[in-house]
């Protein structure tokens, strides 16, 4: 059964002109690549059992979906940790340990999710609508969490019998079955989580085609078949495992000898030459997601935490970001250092997305004589100075460089600081920066997109912003039932953002991910994560 979201288009609202600054539509024309999701197995013959090695851009925090916030930790729990819905290549949502879609009742405050019967965990634990709610609560409840900001205005959680669980609002909350196709939807084993409580993520236990059997640091996560999965039959590996490989080159390098077999997050400098060679296939998805940069406004304390005064022109003084935002020409950046497969990005809402309109996915115009006046306006000394922590990876830090050669045209000096990926997810949630270049995966509905990051008091909200204008806008958004409301109240909430810019949009990348032709059944979509779960190794073929 497939949920569909309310794919109704919103109607074109005229824009608002910003007293700061003009607005161009947003281009029309994209990167010339084609999308290639992946396909199933469906009737291909293939081998039963092999051992897959991914190469995995990334070494992920804890592989708990409570508090996660790593992109690549969502690669290694596809395989073993289910959702109560998924996506599917279509931006469908579709049940997985669900039954069925939800059903709300007619005030929308109260929402019912009928779930799977007669299956277990990988520990032997019966999976039941009481398992749900526990995993539910501890999204919602647990200190730390970065789900329950996802989750909505949540008043009470309980179970309806061993086969429905039943979610309590105070006011309605539209985007809920999206945010259960994502962490907030995993359920874990309540046996596990009583055994190891904040630890739960150093032995995940889950739902799943694979079940999780160690991890060693900066190195690999191992996970094998798991024989009680309720699908069983239709997973073929023995195991997989994931090897952290930082560098693109290495990963290219590596699946052009064979020594993996899949790798995600190719760079564009390397992609053409792997689409090139008859021994390996390329993967390409869009993206729900955006990249760009946080800037901190008032993290002192942590995400989530009441916002505090930072005391610098650039957290006081939205003038100072505005111009930031101006004196960047994103088309160029993209063209010059991705070769044209990503796509510049202005604003949080994805242009493929039901929600999008002209004007919640235009660009400021790119007008470095204009960021140097109101520099001068604000009263700073010029060139002003930004320290931005930056992935240590040659795309990123290519990037980054590229870009402050830019803004240096609009009268700032950006000093770039390379960082290991672990560090800058723990500066991004302690607020232990100035800049951050870093993006997010994306999610279906906008909501995921937006409010995770901007709502007051959201575990998410890196950069420590906070409006009540831009809080109510965004709960609207998220009470109505309609596309065409919630695409005029997004348009709201992208002027809001473009004022005061604690977060600058700058591109949208395509998922590239390249396996060996010895491999079928992965699949890439729109959400970022790379499936693996019931790939094989085809039959005619070594692996």
């Not at 962490?183 to 596990?192: D, E, F, N």
């Not at 909501?447 to 009540?468: E, M, V």
Request: with cysteine.
């Amino acid at each position: 059964m497939r949920i569909r979201l309310l794919r109704t288009l919103a109607l074109g609202v005229a824009a608002l002109a910003l007293a700061s600054c003009s607005q161009t539509p947003r281009p029309t024309e994209f990167a010339s690549h084609m999308d290639d999701y992946g396909t199933p197995i469906s009737t291909q013959q293939v081998r039963q059992g092999g051992d897959l090695v991914m190469g995995l851009s990334n070494d992920p925090d804890k592989l708990d979906p409570t508090t996660s916030s790593s992109l690549y930790m969502r690669y290694v729990m596809s395989t073993i940790c289910e959702k109560l819905y998924d996506n599917d290549s279509s931006g469908n949502l579709v049940p997985q340990l669900a039954s069925g879609p939800p059903r709300f009742s007619d005030d929308g405050l109260t929402v019912t999710i009928p779930v799977r019967s007669g299956i277990k965990f990988a520990d032997g634990t019966a999976f039941n609508a009481a398992a749900v709610e526990t995993s539910l609560e501890r999204h919602l409840t647990m200190e730390g969490s970065q789900r329950s900001g996802e989750m909505g205005p949540i008043t009470d959680i309980d179970s309806d019998g061993s086969n429905q669980v039943v979610i309590h609002y105070s006011t309605p909350f539209a985007p809920i079955t999206a945010a259960l196709a994502d962490r907030a939807g995993m359920i874990m084993s309540p046996t596990a989580i009583k055994e190891e409580g904040k630890n739960f993520g150093d032995h995940p236990v889950c739902v799943g085609p694979f079940k999780f059997v160690k991890r060693v640091p900066n190195a690999s996560i191992v996970v094998e078949r798991d024989p009680q999965y309720y699908d069983a039959q239709n997973v073929h590996f023995d195991t997989i495992t994931y090897r952290i490989m930082p560098d693109a080159k290495a990963r290219a390098s590596s699946l052009r000898s064979g020594e993996i077999q899949v790798a995600d997050t190719m760079s564009p400098q390397d992609v053409d030459g792997l689409n090139a060679d008859p021994r390996l296939h390329l993967l390409v998805s869009g993206s729900f997601g955006f990249q760009g940069f946080y800037l901190n406004v008032g993290n002192v304390d942590g995400a989530g935490k009441p916002i505090k005064p930072i005391d610098t022109p650039l957290a006081r003084d939205p003038r100072i970001r505005l111009a930031l935002s101006l004196t960047i020409d994103r088309q160029n950046l993209v063209n010059k250092v991705f070769k044209g497969w990503y796509e510049a990005a202005c604003t949080p809402i994805a242009p493929r997305t039901s929600y999008a309109t002209q004007a919640s996915t235009a660009c400021p115009q790119f007008d470095p004589e204009r960021s140097k006046q109101l520099l001068t306006q604000a009263g700073v000394q010029m060139p002003y100075p930004i320290t931005m922590q930056v992935m240590n990876v040659d795309d990123q830090l290519q990037y980054a460089q590229a870009l402050q050669a830019e803004v240096a045209q609009g009268g700032f000096d950006l000093r770039i600081v390379p960082t290991e990926y672990s560090d800058m997810l723990t500066a991004q949630k302690k607020g232990t920066y100035e800049a951050l270049l870093l993006g997010w995966s994306g999610r279906l509905d906008p909501d995921g997109n937006i409010s995770r990051f901007l709502t007051t008091g959201s575990s998410g909200n890196y950069s420590g912003y906070s409006s009540p204008a831009m809080d109510d806008v965004l709960g609207w958004a998220a009470h109505s039932t309609s596309g065409a409301r919630r695409g005029a109240l997004y348009e709201q909430a992208v002027r809001f953002i473009e004022r005061e810019n604690p977060y600058i949009y700058t591109y949208r990348l395509r998922n590239l991910t390249v396996h060996s032709t010895s491999v079928t059944g992965i699949e890439v979509y729109a959400d970022g994560a790379v499936r693996l779960g019931k790939a094989a190794f085809v039959t005619d073929r070594n692996s």
